[in-house]
């Protein structure tokens, strides 16, 4: 996949993450509720500014962000969630495996955007590697015992 066209579809998964996180914030239940409601809130204020940085990035490009939602679940490729409670540990599992995903997700960017000889999305995108490898470290470190 060329870069442009990657950097849409992570932008398309951003747009997915955005309601998922509201999903996980809205329906997480348990011992961790308060802790968890705000964490949530806080990744999906994340993810919108992700998704504005991203998007403006590919217009400074000369390149079209998708801006629609049937458009991004057409190219996305993170999982939506159902409406209904999901526990506290499950939520920091979710969260787990989605934030290893991000990790891989933003390396294949900073490649593409390196081999393209394209040092400012590299960098764009270095900056989100470092945010998902701390929040990584962070939901390892608070189900840890
Ligand atoms: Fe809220």
Redesign the pocket.
């Given at each position: 996949m060329k870069l442009h066209e990657k950097m849409n579809q992570y932008l398309a998964n951003q747009q997915v993450m955005y309601m998922k996180l509201?999903n996980l914030?809205?329906y997480v239940k348990g011992h961790s509720f308060f802790t968890l409601?705000a964490k949530l809130?806080e990744l999906y204020d994340q993810a919108a500014d992700i998704m504005d940085e991203v998007a403006e990035r590919l217009l400074a490009l000369g390149a079209s962000p998708v801006a629609n939602l049937k458009g991004a679940l057409a190219i996305a490729r993170v999982e939506e969630l159902e409406d209904k409670p999901i526990s506290s540990t499950d939520t920091v599992q979710k969260l787990i495996k989605d934030t290893e995903f991000w990790i891989r997700d933003t390396q294949e960017i900073v490649s593409l955007a390196d081999e393209a000889g394209d040092g400012a999305t590299a960098d764009q995108f270095n900056g989100y590697l470092a945010e998902y490898q701390k929040l990584l470290w962070m939901l390892k470190s608070y189900i840890a015992s």
């Open positions: 509201h914030h809205w409601h809130e």
